[in-house]
């Protein structure tokens, strides 16, 4: 759309994106916004009026729960282009309010409050600008409320909270949030451990192990996460693991919760998923002493079979890195902790290249999913 489209358009219905415009009037502009929003075309149009934007975070105060709820989800489809995030946020304390809103037992849209901040925390940029606000603002919006509130499945009568999930997972990119994550004290990351097989919500069940896997980016805990205080492999592991009979020596030597499972074990259907769960239990063996814990319990039979079972192509490389580190003997000692190993450079262009092309694969599933 052209500049004059937009500026006929911002005569037409600004003035009525307002609570205090007539029922009837601001009802036929959010909807005529809402309607324009289904098209990526359309979001960033919308996103690129600063009037349109103002007149949509009004109306998420109105007193019409109707228009209230059109607000939320023409902002929720806006915050699918990730410019418009930056220009929702700096709108002041929007993030800290909307987070509040989802926390709030008693409010009817804290679902529609979760998805939106789940979108708009997606860019990295945007999840650290919140992260700082959220280490700010502990006494409203503290990532503990929040993974208090997420494993709470009876938090709110009137939500079910499953964004919560993935909005951990996007701060949880910030190096800061992911320690208020693992404070040893306080048992916050083991709250999360269950909802990594959580069948009623994809949503939730991913962005739990989305949280997990960035936890694992922190060498400085994986003696911590793989202690019994946390105990995070062979949650990582089951999920991967199915119905496969071992024998004695093999079966011993597994995690208790890995041994003798039912034959009708199923494995986490989602191939995303399940990626991820690979890519975590792979920075685990970062360290010389991580590497010798999850080789000593066995995870090599676990990807044995499961490498057998994967038909998925994209899930190859994940799935064979982690092989490769568990049937190699130790790297020579300047090597020995992975992190530190200078890549040669045509390899990163490969490893950039096989990044970018899983980016945009998750980002197009992303779209198909917001769009149905």
């Not at 700096?90 to 509040?100: E, R």
């Not at 995690?255 to 975590?280: N, S, T, V, W």
Request: proline content about 4%.
């Amino acid at each position: 759309m052209s500049e004059l489209d937009k500026e006929l358009l911002e005569k037409e219905f600004a003035e009525f994106l307002n609570p205090a415009a007539r029922g009837d009037l601001k009802g036929i502009a959010i909807e005529n916004l809402f309607s324009l929003s289904g098209s990526d075309k359309g979001r960033k149009f919308i996103g690129s009026s600063d009037k349109f934007l103002e007149g949509i975070l009004s109306l998420t105060e109105d007193t019409d729960d109707k228009i209230q709820r059109l607000a939320y989800n023409t902002l929720i489809n806006v915050a699918a282009v990730e410019e418009n995030c930056f220009k929702i946020l700096k709108f002041p304390n929007i993030a800290v309010t909307w987070l509040a809103y989802s926390l709030d037992p008693t409010f009817e849209l804290a679902d529609s409050t979760c998805e939106l901040m789940s979108n708009l925390t997606r860019p990295e940029m945007c999840a650290a600008n919140v992260a700082v606000q959220v280490l700010q603002h502990r006494d409203k919006v503290s990532v503990k409320k929040m993974v208090d509130a997420l494993c709470n499945v009876s938090y709110n009568s009137k939500a079910k909270l499953h964004y919560l999930s993935p909005i951990l997972q996007n701060l949880s990119q910030v190096s800061a949030i992911r320690r208020e994550i693992m404070v040893k004290d306080q048992y916050v990351i083991q709250k999360i451990l269950p909802f990594i097989e959580f069948k009623e919500s994809f949503i939730r069940r991913s962005g739990a192990v989305g949280i997990l896997k960035n936890c694992c980016f922190d060498t400085g805990y994986h003696e911590w996460l793989l202690s019994e205080k946390v105990d995070l492999l062979p949650r990582l592991l089951l999920p991967l693991a199915g119905p496969e009979e071992f024998d004695d020596d093999d079966m011993e030597r597994l995690p208790d919760d890995l041994q003798y499972l039912p034959p009708d074990k199923q494995r986490e259907p989602d191939p995303d998923i399940r990626k991820m769960l690979i890519e975590a239990v792979f920075k685990l063996c970062t360290t010389k002493a991580g590497r010798k814990f999850v080789k000593d319990k066995n995870t090599y039979v676990i990807m044995r079979e499961y490498h057998k079972w994967e038909t998925v192509t994209s899930n190859e490389t994940a799935m064979m890195n982690l092989i490769d580190i568990l049937i190699q003997d130790e790297p020579e000692k300047h090597l020995e902790n992975l992190d530190k190993v200078e890549i040669p450079e045509h390899l990163q262009e490969k490893f950039k290249k096989a990044d970018f092309e899983d980016l945009q694969m998750q980002q197009q599933q992303d779209l198909q999913q917001q769009q149905e």
